[in-house]
């Protein structure tokens, strides 16, 4: 199939974007949809910077990239012909879906989120430069520390889904943030369970 | 308590570093009073002899530090019949009809320049007789802490029980807009002098005072993975203790400093760990498919108490620190976590739930009776004082977290308030040494 013309320099345009960013920090994070997720910096240290005193370097927070669109919507595309990051920059399509929500105190998934970690699975195991990041999160209800480890067992939970699948385990990384980093501030049912959930965050070297 | 002593050793374990100034201090509110409370009149102490204007109101600071220990009420100022300053110019029937059990008068002189001497007396106000004067050295820079041992003296005469209004406490500001996001404080227990220990960008969790008060163990997610960090609060020095993959989390001081309790999740699923802080040497005590965590030592430092799920909802569990098989030792509710004990290991504060709210109820091991201690939604973090008579924890209201501390019957409870940010897991500090 062709890309229409178009969508093919911006595509090159992206690819050359992300190349340099990847040159200067070694692996780039992308976020689907271009949600302005912020770059996983893998150079970052932060340890000492922080109590001496001395403001570190550790802060910087950058965009992630926007996704690219596919086309209108009517356009086949052949994701063979596709990098994974050009896959991954679509905000279409199945890969486009990297959060998975969860039951309150459960790390269970559904069969339409089963399906969706299918699709990634499939994707990493068919990909080896690709790495993908299992962040998972709690409501605030509870103690802290449980939550902690509830989050930790909602990302267990997914990366067993992708390793069936064919990911290999260093390819796929877990960190539970527990009620650290809610993504709706609210404190009622329907900002809790949008709390519970696991990121994947994907990043290509 | 000795307060003569050279007070050069009092600053040092004070001096935190600084990363910048820390300017939002808490406030307190009294939210409930308590009927039966002792009266004390605190009279303003007699600055007219300096000749610099004093920095610091002490008998107001005494007067709010009695009033939070719900034992205590101290008579309103306005209200005082009269402003005597030394005990032979109290005219004792007058503080009778005033309703006071107890009278404190005091005064400041100066010896040089910021070089204080605060006397005060404890005068019962019945017996019309003296209970107990002191005399003590003060510098600008301690004068609050100075304040506070007053008020150590007059709860202990008074009470039998030591105080720990002059302790610290450490809790962790979540602010969302400033530059750094997460800053790990530790303040007075008024919520005066708040200092930074450690800002980060991401979620710093877990702060655990090591038994001299002189470190705190925590978790920092800075590396964008959890580590365990100790770090000495006079020098600011720190060592990543715990840095496995998965969870590193829950650090907990043995009562001797010798040892930390820890979650680490490196062999599966969490599980709780002790690990000796000067060779790094692990040992696993539990080891089950289920979450263990929040692991607290008991006051003996032969068992730890730690939540699990192995029942199906989380409960609170003890093992031994050899290992075996954990014992539950919680049954009511279908939430019980995140233990503390109280000093003498008699009572073991946690979050608890029943149907959706989480409090802060208390087990007394001897009774085997559990009472709930507050009465709000979304209540966390229960810290015992080290002498045991308040609970500090931490609670929502609206989007922020407020710090609380409850007295162990349930009767009084103040609110530490804070314009600014979002506080949450305060630990209560250990008395510093005499």
């Known amino acids: ?205 | 308590m000795q307060l003569t002593k050279p007070i050069t050793y009092l600053f040092a374990a004070l001096m935190l570093v600084m990363v910048q100034s820390a300017n939002a201090a808490l406030t307190i509110d009294i939210t409930e009073g308590v009927d039966g409370a002792l009266p004390i009149a605190v009279v303003p102490f007699d600055t007219s002899a300096l000749t610099v204007k004093f920095p610091v109101d002490l008998a107001q600071i005494v007067a709010s530090d009695l009033n939070r220990s719900g034992v205590l009420k101290s008579m309103d100022r306005a209200q005082l019949p009269a402003t005597p300053h030394y005990s032979k110019q109290v005219q004792y029937a007058r503080w009778r009809n005033a309703g006071q059990d107890y009278l404190v008068v005091g005064r400041v002189l100066e010896k040089s320049s910021g070089l204080y001497t605060i006397e005060f007396q404890l005068l019962d106000v019945l017996k019309q007789r003296q209970l107990v004067g002191r005399s003590m050295p003060a510098k600008k820079r301690n004068l609050r802490s100075r304040a506070h041992q007053i008020s150590d003296f007059i709860y202990e005469q008074i009470t039998g029980t030591r105080g720990a209004f002059d302790t610290r406490i450490a809790f962790v500001r979540a602010q969302p807009d400033a530059a750094r996001k997460y800053v790990l404080q530790v303040a007075d227990t008024d919520g005066f002098n708040p200092q930074n220990v450690l800002e980060s960008d991401e979620p710093i969790m877990s702060p655990s005072w090591s038994p001299d008060g002189k470190s705190l163990a925590y978790v920092s997610f800075e590396g964008k993975r959890p580590a365990i960090f100790i770090q000495q609060l006079a020098t600011a020095r720190r060592t990543k203790v715990s840095g496995f993959r998965g969870i590193n989390s829950a650090p907990s001081w043995s009562p001797d400093g010798k040892h930390l309790a820890l979650v680490l999740s490196k062999d599966g699923s969490p599980d709780i760990y002790t690990m000796n802080t000067a060779t790094k040497r692990l040992k696993r005590l539990t080891e089950h498919r289920s979450i263990d965590t929040e692991p607290v030592w008991n006051h003996d430092g032969r068992t730890i108490i730690f939540t699990s799920d192995r029942s199906g909802s989380p409960q609170l569990y003890e093992v031994s620190v050899d290992g075996g098989k954990p014992k539950r030792i919680t049954f009511e509710g279908r939430y019980n976590a995140a233990a503390n004990l109280s000093p003498d290991g008699r009572y073991i504060a946690m979050v608890h739930s029943d149907r959706g709210q989480y409090k802060i109820a208390q087990l007394d091991r001897e009774t085997g009776n559990l009472i709930v201690l507050t009465d709000s939604a979304l209540d966390e973090s229960p810290s015992f004082s080290p002498n045991g008579k308040m609970l500090l924890y931490a609670s929502t209201r609206g989007n922020n977290g407020f710090l609380f501390a409850v007295s162990i019957d349930g009767r009084a409870k103040h609110k530490l308030s804070d314009q600014a940010g979002d506080i949450r897991e305060p630990v209560w500090g250990p008395f510093k040494s005499k």
């Open chain 1, 1 to 205: 199939m062709k890309l229409n013309p178009g969508i093919k320099s911006w595509l090159l345009v992206t690819l050359v974007v992300a190349f340099v960013s990847a040159c200067t920090t070694t692996q780039e994070e992308l976020s689907a949809g271009g949600d302005g997720a912020p770059v996983l910096d893998e150079s970052q240290s932060g340890s000492s910077a922080i109590a001496d005193g001395s403001s570190g370097s550790d802060g910087a927070e950058a965009t992630g990239l926007d996704g690219a669109d596919g086309g209108d919507g009517t356009a086949i595309v052949d994701y063979g012909a596709m990098t994974a990051m050009e896959q991954l920059n679509r905000t279409d399509g199945e890969l486009a879906d990297r959060t998975i929500y969860f039951e309150y105190d459960s790390a269970k998934l559904t069969s339409e989120s089963i399906a969706i970690l299918e699709t990634h699975g499939n994707f990493i195991a068919g990909n080896g430069e690709v790495k993908v990041r299992l962040e998972g999160h709690g409501d605030e209800r509870g103690s802290r520390e449980y939550n902690i480890a509830l989050g930790d067992r909602r990302a267990q939970s997914v990366r067993r889904v992708l390793l069936f699948q064919g990911a290999s385990s260093d390819q796929v990384e877990t960190v539970s943030y527990g009620e650290e980093k809610p993504m709706e501030m609210g404190h009622d049912d329907a900002a809790w369970s949008k709390n519970r959930r696991v990121e994947l965050i994907y990043t290509v070297n």
